[in-house]
């Protein structure tokens, strides 16, 4: 089933994705992912449960996320093809409705970091020559995000000019805090078959967004997303009077009327929650005071 919903969960509540698409030959990678994103549910749920904003939650598990190498995202992204790893993210503040991001980071392992620091500024959504002076500014190091497993994956494709599987990964979260506060988090790092500096949807808001009505990160095909505006897309038919998970069943009928492949995380205001995906897979997670809904998809 490629949609997962609650009405009315009592916050604080918070969904995690590590990207959509077909696992098909790679189920034990869905499976690892998934055990993954449950561990890292564990570890941030208690902040949240005493008190933690939204903003910093969703911060810090997109952060931990850029930190595993079996995500698209931070370290162990994929190279795009002239070789070099070029990593976007962006984070929402629905409390302030204050978007930050960074578009092609390079020499960088958390992207995040950079987006978290923008929220403080009035400038907040940076390029890539941007992004290098404002971890320079952070007094960040240039760290290399490559493995040698994505090295040798995108030598294999230069050499046989052959189309790689599809590089699932790019990471999301989403929160509703004991406040009542809501935010979003998203970072990639894109697609082998990139050309350089190719622009994805996880630093726009088509791929994240939050407000004081509703919270969405996207993943899959970044020009699908942005072609039909998903994240901000649902929060205005959240904002004009529909739940989120009302928002979303419209979203996912016009995405498979298109045979669009992408996916989704959204909360809204009222504790309503939504995990959708026209994609095959998208390993997931959710926690709330709900029992029985806690765990991983």
């Not at 902040?47 to 162990?76: I, M, Y």
């Not at 578009?103 to 941007?130: D, N």
Request: net charge neutral; hydrophobic share 35%.
């Amino acid at each position: 089933m490629n949609k997962k919903y609650q009405s009315g969960a009592k916050p604080p509540i918070l969904l995690v994705h590590g990207g959509a698409g077909s696992y098909k030959d790679n189920r034990e990678v869905l499976e690892q992912r998934r055990r993954i994103i449950s561990g890292i549910i564990a570890q941030v749920w208690p902040e949240l449960l005493q008190g933690a904003s939204a903003l910093k939650t969703v911060h810090r598990v997109v952060e931990l996320l850029e930190a595993d190498p079996h995500f698209n995202a931070g370290l162990g992204a994929v190279l795009q093809n002239d070789g070099l790893v070029r990593l976007s993210a962006s984070l929402m503040d629905g409390s302030k409705q204050k978007f930050s991001g960074v578009m092609l980071a390079t020499h960088i392992i958390h992207p995040s970091r950079l987006a978290y620091a923008l929220q403080e500024r009035e400038q907040t959504v940076l390029g890539p020559l941007g992004a290098q002076l404002l971890a320079r500014e952070l007094g960040i190091p240039p760290e290399n995000p490559s493995t040698p497993d994505r090295a040798a994956k995108w030598i294999s494709y230069l050499e046989k000019q052959k189309q790689p599987s599809q590089s699932h990964g790019t990471v999301g979260a989403v929160a509703l805090d004991q406040q009542g506060h809501l935010a979003a988090a998203t970072s990639t790092g894109g697609s082998t078959t990139n050309v350089p500096e190719r622009v994805s949807d996880s630093a726009t808001v088509a791929g994240n967004y939050a407000s004081e009505f509703a919270a969405i990160s996207c993943t899959g095909i970044g020009e699908q997303i942005v072609n039909d505006g998903v994240a901000v897309r649902i929060e205005t038919r959240v904002r004009d009077g529909r739940s989120v998970i009302e928002a979303s069943d419209i979203v996912y009928e016009e995405a498979n009327s298109r045979q669009y492949q992408y996916g989704w995380i959204g909360i809204d205001y009222k504790g309503n929650w939504a995990i959708y995906h026209t994609t095959k897979d998208m390993p997931c997670g959710v926690m709330s005071l709900t029992a029985e809904n806690n765990g991983t998809g």
